[in-house]
């Protein structure tokens, strides 16, 4: 009759089958605590109380979040100093062109320093224009737009306000005004930023760093003027009169050393920001690697205790193996050996 079991030998197929499973699951179960240190079974590890650890794991996420935002605000400042380097570099640089300029000097001379000038001018207004993560850094409140009209455009308008002076004094009068001037050349086309700085930069905790530079700062807008009086020589203002064209380039480089004190200040204030924003992050990292270690104590399984309890599983498991075989070739030949 074949294929017939008992239900005895039935019973004892399906003992094996369950301890054979269980057996299996706590193999698995302690494999992964042995390479992940972590508990498998969470709730015994906490006894059932899961409070502190939602508590932590909540924190950790606003952590993250917190964290995000210093790593924007770092990008932030970062390129606001870089762009400000760059301008204070080609101020500096442009400052020596125009020193430089000899007592006697030819009008391709005049010229040579006024092409300068306008290359200066438009490095100068590629690095207000600076972006980071698609925001305006110098635009204010206004993140979305370029804070600056492009150098060629300025230049045509400022050409057209100085046309009729004959002396650089009174170029560099008309220039200072449209800049200067509220409602003036600069703010009704050069600025097309908002007047209101931007918000604080968040730090998390409550902490915010503020940055309230845009590029219509007087700062600014003081280097601005002595680029585009150096930039005129470039063009027809003041003719061929050597004398007013010379005068005006020391104009130039004047109010470009004048420069320097206002935008090492500002440069000065917003590494204080970028300060702040490292203080923030080094206390963000503290406190992430603190809630880190509270949870790991919390969901942590000892490995000495996990390894010892695998072994002997793994011991288990393979004499189950080897029972199942035995009863599984078992004959009444056997049985009767």
């Known amino acids: 009759m074949p294929g017939f079991r008992s239900l005895g030998d039935?019973?004892?197929?399906?003992?094996?089958?369950?301890?054979?499973?269980?057996?299996?699951?706590?193999?698995?179960?302690?494999?992964?605590?042995?390479?992940?240190?972590?508990?498998?079974?969470?709730?015994?590890?906490?006894?059932?109380?899961?409070?502190?650890?939602?508590?932590?794991?909540?924190?950790?996420?606003?952590?993250?979040?917190?964290?995000?935002?210093?790593?924007?605000?770092?990008?932030?400042?970062?390129?606001?100093?870089?762009?400000?380097?760059?301008?204070?570099?080609?101020?500096?640089?442009?400052?020596?062109?125009?020193?430089?300029?000899?007592?006697?000097?030819?009008?391709?001379?005049?010229?040579?320093?006024?092409?300068?000038?306008?290359?200066?001018?438009?490095?100068?207004?590629?690095?207000?224009?600076?972006?980071?993560?698609?925001?305006?850094?110098?635009?204010?409140?206004?993140?979305?737009?370029?804070?600056?009209?492009?150098?060629?455009?300025?230049?045509?308008?400022?050409?057209?306000?100085?046309?009729?002076?004959?002396?650089?004094?009174?170029?560099?009068?008309?220039?200072?005004?449209?800049?200067?001037?509220?409602?003036?050349?600069?703010?009704?086309?050069?600025?097309?930023?908002?007047?209101?700085?931007?918000?604080?930069?968040?730090l998390g905790a409550g902490e915010g760093a503020s940055f309230p530079v845009t590029a219509a700062d007087p700062a600014l807008r003081e280097v601005m003027v002595g680029v585009a009086l150096g930039a005129l020589l470039a063009g027809p203002t003041l003719g061929t009169d050597t004398t007013e064209r010379l005068a005006l380039s020391r104009s130039s480089a004047e109010r470009l050393l004048s420069a320097r004190t206002p935008l090492t200040e500002i440069r000065a204030g917003v590494g204080a920001t970028e300060a702040r924003i490292a203080g923030a992050e080094a206390r963000a990292g503290a406190e992430g690697t603190a809630l880190d270690l509270a949870r790991t104590e919390l969901v942590e399984a000892d490995p000495y205790a996990a390894a010892a309890r695998l072994q002997t599983a793994q011991t288990q498991l393979e004499t189950l193996f080897a029972l199942t075989a035995r009863v599984s070739r078992l004959s009444l030949v056997d049985f009767l050996r």
Do not use: C
């Open 10 to 202: 039935l019973s004892t197929t399906f003992l094996l089958s369950r301890q054979t499973a269980a057996l299996k699951a706590e193999v698995q179960a302690r494999s992964t605590e042995v390479t992940t240190g972590r508990a498998a079974d969470l709730s015994q590890a906490l006894r059932g109380d899961w409070r502190a650890l939602h508590a932590i794991e909540a924190r950790l996420g606003l952590a993250a979040s917190e964290k995000l935002a210093i790593v924007e605000a770092k990008g932030f400042a970062t390129a606001a100093q870089d762009a400000l380097g760059q301008v204070q570099d080609r101020t500096d640089a442009l400052a020596s062109v125009m020193l430089g300029i000899p007592f006697s000097p030819t009008d391709a001379t005049l010229a040579r320093a006024g092409a300068e000038a306008r290359g200066a001018f438009e490095s100068i207004v590629g690095a207000l224009n600076q972006k980071n993560a698609d925001r305006a850094v110098f635009a204010g409140i206004a993140t979305d737009t370029l804070p600056l009209a492009p150098m060629q455009a300025m230049m045509a308008d400022i050409e057209a306000a100085v046309a009729g002076e004959t002396t650089a004094a009174g170029v560099v009068a008309a220039v200072e005004a449209w800049f200067q001037t509220p409602g003036g050349g600069f703010e009704t086309l050069g600025y097309a930023g908002s007047a209101t700085p931007l918000s604080p930069l968040s």
